[in-house]
């Protein structure tokens, strides 16, 4: 096979050449004497990318599941009520991760191509005077339907209901690519990735922690060991952990921290908003596809799921793909296999580079009898491109 | 600085070049159709590293600490008796988790430089005619005092005495690197991570599981969910993982498997044992030095922890080795802080490096006061190392 | 900047990542026994490429054009008279540096667009009955105009004329990229470079020499030393180098030829022609764009020289393309600054690659005035793409 | 083989990590717009490498060997009369060049071991009263003999002979690791390669133009045309090159220029002293041994030829040591081979390398029947090394 294999999955992501670069490096100590200094900046400036300002992010070597392990075994008490909603592939698995580890799970689900149900959530949590939910779970993005909830509106729910239930955010797929504002909209528990927005190869689960979340992780009782705060904590504050870090990762993270906070998280969701546009101006054009997300407030900057037209198999589309055009479409999850492909604008990506995947997910819907135009969707989303992306020459940052 | 940084801790280990050049990728769609036949290969792999004819060997992302939590979340009940000894840090650390999950250790301490006291475990073991013993755990390679314990010996117990308890074997630092048998010495729960024997960076946790050992997680009770087996069984059948792997270490380790099975095991085993001869010759030619390994039997091939002279500070020594020449050496841990340093002699090493290695110790220990001959280290070592080494001119294989 | 920056300049061409694996390397000893080993493999296998049976192929750590000076210095003697062609931008400075080495420069120019003005050539030649030209040149591949020039009927020529001059090629456009047969086509000096077929970085030039070449070197008095043949074939004979070789380079190299054997000459060919057809669809749709190459007979696979429409400036096209949309296109040389812009197709290269491409050129062709219709190119583009691309599933090698 | 394959020779050198990072990159377009802007700062900063205020640097993808030609062919004329001294093989080399180019070499030659015999050089040039010797040439360090020669008295010669002659003086081992003053020194022409101080792959030949030879290119008239300063100075003062430059190297070259001057150029040239004071510890600590180079003054600082014990073929002691050891020596050349071998401590090198290339040269010694003493080597190069090495702790720059 020649030239790039082409990734528009929503995760891992294309890790940018810095960062390919910082990770090729033979291995080093993690207890040698000025190892520690390098993780004290790495644990600061990725507080920046979450817009953290107390509280703490934890790095554990793992994915982004484990983080949302940790959130729960850390926090919660066996038999805790939480209250959850599921409407995608994530926010189901996490659900199912929470009866696993005894959670007693409030759901309070919506079709998939919804976000969370937030004025469902206004009304339980109002109606919970007794307080016995102990904590509220949203996942931001729903990386499955390409969908994004508000979280500052459940924040705003829990505080007219005065509810003091900690907030639990699935932030794998929205953090550090989409406006996330973890202080500001006051979330508890912080989950990501490294293999999103943070444009690494997977292997670092993040975890936002609230000042909050901290203090109850002083109490709460559920087993746990790999994932504990408690050492987390006692090591990383002098600068090391409390087993082998993932040192090749953490010194690709140093590079992906700098070039996020460098071009500002701000242009950084600028960024993925022009892309996602875009890409949006191809689904609409194409005859026969739909957005799997139904409200436009809801679609997602950082993945697209789109119906393929009726009758043809999304699954031959993803296929054809691959194989004859060298490209990773994302696959349609649980009900939507067969029916709907995604296309992951997440990371290190550009406008010319959406314009490949949406010529190639055009070819492979024609191949497979979609009768889409030839050249529709690049001709909408072109113009679209056109429009919006910033011209170096014109004073606008490369950095961006 | 300029030149190698000289890595000689027991973990990471140095990645061979091979290893380097097939982590120096972009980023892939681990969902992709030929993603699973690759798995596949990797899978049937690992478990000829492991001597496994049955059983599996599971792949975490996370580090061998992980692994530890499996192997006890997935097959034991919370208030289960197991019997443990603490020799050193790591088997220390083993004992400590198994304590906050829940379960109910029967201590069987020894001193720092023995082995597990195989004779008091086989005592225990008779007595225990209830088999109220659900598990025994043994540290195979105590990377912090450098003592290999039997554990041909501790089957031989559990045999001898007709226990039916689960051996759990800690095989991190020795999995891969020295003689390791995991079916023929009836190993239930084998633990091992990238960053040792596999000459990966850390980031992924292994740990091999026999049949008895996958029966027993049908029916154990502990809540587990990240390092649960079910899902990856289920998932790992397909070729494919519950949650996001870290490809770019398992293209990694597709070449270091490759790197060991080519060389056959057994040339992997003596190979560690030359290094470490030679590094044990200079031991014991440096005035005022000795092994912390009480019992030659027990001498570790990977990793060899050293008693400073009388009045030199192993911390400073290890400080000046990093500091004045560009040399990792290993910390003394816990109660060994300050008194002893170690040579890490794992992985993808050669006599040279070790040349170098103990040139760096001598020069350093000498810089710290002790009264080593200069030279001494070096000519012993290098003595060993001439008679030992093989001449690839000699029909000697390269791959060794 | 994110995502790739794409590079579509017919050279440097794209580095497969298997190539770019084996250049990140530390360096060796290039007098090590076993190198001479890896040598003699390197030049047998590049002779396939060349497609040449006897002679050999000489590789210098340079660029094409040194390649160029060591075919003349070699064979050559001062005031020799030389039949050259000027067409395009390469063509005209081979002529340059054969005047400057002092050769008597029978010119037979045509315009930009055409290719070597066979019948004339055939007819200078017939004429030259005394035999006075001692060379007849040719540029297999004008890289500045996208045009491809007959060999074959070059040396039928000769053969016709009886006429005993050499025959020298520039094929740096073409080896390994589109057909190429020094034996068959009797091809005396053929010039190639790392950077183009061969999906290598700039640095090695190659001369593939055909015994009667090799015959005349004997003899031939120019002053040379560094590109001379004599050191060059001692050296080669035992598997060296008469000065330092690039050996980072030639490690790349030996994997670029087991790509390109694998796959097979004729396989490249093909897809090369596949990929240029597809670009070539996309300017004939593009309104006021034309080929600079005049006759579909010469049209290169390799490159496509366009004219911008009527009141464009392709300067800015070009500049539009790669600071707004990361996409380096190129440039339009000498004459055709400002009036055309390039299209490279060559080397490691995919049809939705060059999807980006010509998506890219339409948008900046847009923003710069062009009344292009959005998606026209690609709409035209993409059918051709979809007809012609191999289907890895209709078992069809990858390795293609 | 397992461990790093151990780098001894005088060039190719280790390259250090940021720079093998820096060569880690896609391709990219040598004509685009911001290229020039990269190769400026790379033009200006290698002349502060060289000292040079005034005059260039020229850098042509080629080998040394090819800025050598470079040198002659573009500032002298056939049959101009040089004086050259040949004591190794390469200034040996160079004269043959001289030689093959048409130069009438007036050879002022002297035992190998010895440097250039100034006071030879000075009596010449003063008898020269009619100016007849057009250029005269001196090898500053001679790498086949690990001999310095000393340029600043051949510049105080030829000032006392009111001597106009140009200054040639090849720099290939010297330049960037051993002291060199291009202007002070009022040397014309000075030749460097990428491989050596500069710790990068071959590939790049630099040289150093002062402005007087400059005016005397415009009017030489050797035929020239790949290594023409013309071509080169007209694109130069662009920022581009007149043909593909090797553009993964000078990216490289960028980085390794920063490593240099941060450290500053003083640093460097202390820091081969110190590694080479070390490993000629070694040698006079070898009974039997010694360094082929006669007089203390001249000892080389970037490589040690060292004469094997009467009865010792080197050529063995060399292959043991790649075989057995692998570990790479520096060959005995021509009238050497078989009685000396070579320790290259020049470039991205530190002291415990040198202790593993002495006791890997003490070992194959011992192999091939030389009665060294065990460790006598290490034994008094680590007491040198301990006196001499910079402690990070103690403010001394880690860069250096």
């Not at 599941?65 to 729960?72: L, P």
């Not at 960024?271 to 875009?278: I, M, N, T």
Request: charged content about 20%; some cysteine.
């Amino acid at each position: 096979m020649h030239g790039y294999q082409h990734l528009f999955v929503p995760g891992p992501t294309n890790v940018p050449e810095p960062v390919r670069q910082a990770m090729n490096i033979p291995m080093e100590d993690m207890r040698a004497p000025d190892f520690g200094g390098f993780v004290d900046g790495v644990l600061t400036d990725i507080k920046k990318v979450f817009r953290l300002e107390n509280g703490r992010v934890f790095i554990f070597p793992s994915s982004g599941t484990g983080a949302w392990e940790s959130a729960i075994t850390n926090t919660l008490d066996t038999g805790d009520r939480v209250l959850m909603s599921r409407f995608g592939q994530f926010s189901l698995l996490w659900a199912e991760m929470a009866t696993r580890l005894g959670l007693d799970v409030d759901l309070c689900d919506t079709d998939w191509g919804n976000p969370v149900p937030v004025a469902d959530y206004a009304e339980r949590l109002k109606a919970d005077t007794s307080h016995q939910i102990k904590a509220v779970f949203a996942t931001h993005n729903e990386t499955a339907t390409g969908v994004t909830s508000d979280i500052a509106a459940i924040r705003k729910a829990l505080d007219e209901a005065g509810h003091p239930a900690l907030l639990f955010v699935d932030g794998v797929s929205s953090i550090g690519s989409i406006e996330f504002e973890m202080e500001k909209w006051g979330v508890d528990l912080a989950v990501a990735g490294s293999q999103k927005g943070f444009m690494l190869p997977a292997g670092l689960g993040f975890l936002g922690v609230s000042d909050k979340a901290l203090e109850a992780s002083k109490t709460a009782s559920m087993p746990r060991s790999y994932f504990s705060f408690e050492d987390m904590i006692a090591l990383n504050d002098t600068g090391y952990f409390p087993y082998t870090p993932a040192t090749q990762l953490l010194r690709g993270l140093r590079v992906s921290l700098d070039m996020l906070l460098e071009a500002g998280m701000e242009s950084t969701w600028a960024r993925h908003a022009r892309l996602a546009q875009g890409t949006r101006a191809a689904v609409a054009a194409w005859k026969g596809c739909d957005l799997v997300a139904r409200d436009p407030a809801s679609y997602s900057d950082t993945v697209s799921a789109i119906y393929a037209p009726e009758g043809v198999d999304a699954r031959e589309v993803i296929s054809t793909a691959y194989y004859k055009y060298q490209t990773s479409l994302g696959s349609g999850l649980n009900i939507l296999a067969g029916r709907a492909f995604r296309i992951g604008h997440i990371g290190s990506m550009n406008a010319v580079m959406l314009c490949g995947a949406i010529s190639a997910a055009e070819m492979a819907l024609r191949d497979c009898g979609a009768e889409v135009e030839p050249g529709s969707g690049l001709a909408a989303a072109s113009e679209q491109f056109r429009a919006s992306t910033p011209d170096a020459r014109q004073g606008q940052s490369k950095a961006a």
